[in-house]
């Protein structure tokens, strides 16, 4: 059985290109615009891994990652940051809110698959 996996950026390009590489690997996808979206999504199920954008309309990934871990069903399902935010400050603020790792946008599909493997083990 394949692992899903939740795709939460407002830019239907980032979306498309993330799930374009992780189906051509086997994965199941499911796409979110932004994080309220993403909960109601995650309201209807668990997800193996969900990888989210830092700044987006209505709810961003911060805020996404704090409801998730104060959540139930998905409280312990990994949260990879995919985002443009390089910095230091920020990188160390996701982790503290509960991210499992930090993939800078543009990203290399071979970057992402193998991080994807690596947090899906």
């Given amino acids: 059985m394949s692992k899903t996996i939740l795709v939460v950026d407002d830019s239907e ?6 799930q374009f590489t992780l189906a ?3 994965y199941t996808i499911t796409t979110a ?15 193996d891994l969900i990888i989210s ?3 987006m309309p209505v709810m961003g990934g911060m805020e996404l990652i704090q ?3 104060a959540g ?3 409280k312990y399902t990994p949260i990879l940051m ?7 400050d920020k990188k160390m603020e996701g982790k ?15 970057i992402l698959l193998a991080t994807v493997a690596k947090v899906l083990r």
């Fill in 13 to 18: 390009t980032i979306r498309e290109a993330v």
């Fill in 24 to 26: 051509q690997a086997g």
């Fill in 33 to 47: 615009d932004n994080g309220a979206n993403a909960l109601t999504l995650l309201e209807q199920g668990k997800v």
């Fill in 53 to 55: 954008d830092l700044n």
């Fill in 67 to 69: 409801k998730v871990r």
């Fill in 72 to 74: 139930t069903v998905n």
């Fill in 82 to 88: 995919l985002t443009t935010e390089s910095n230091q």
């Fill in 96 to 110: 503290s809110a509960g991210a499992t790792g930090w993939i800078v946008k543009p990203f290399k599909p071979e």
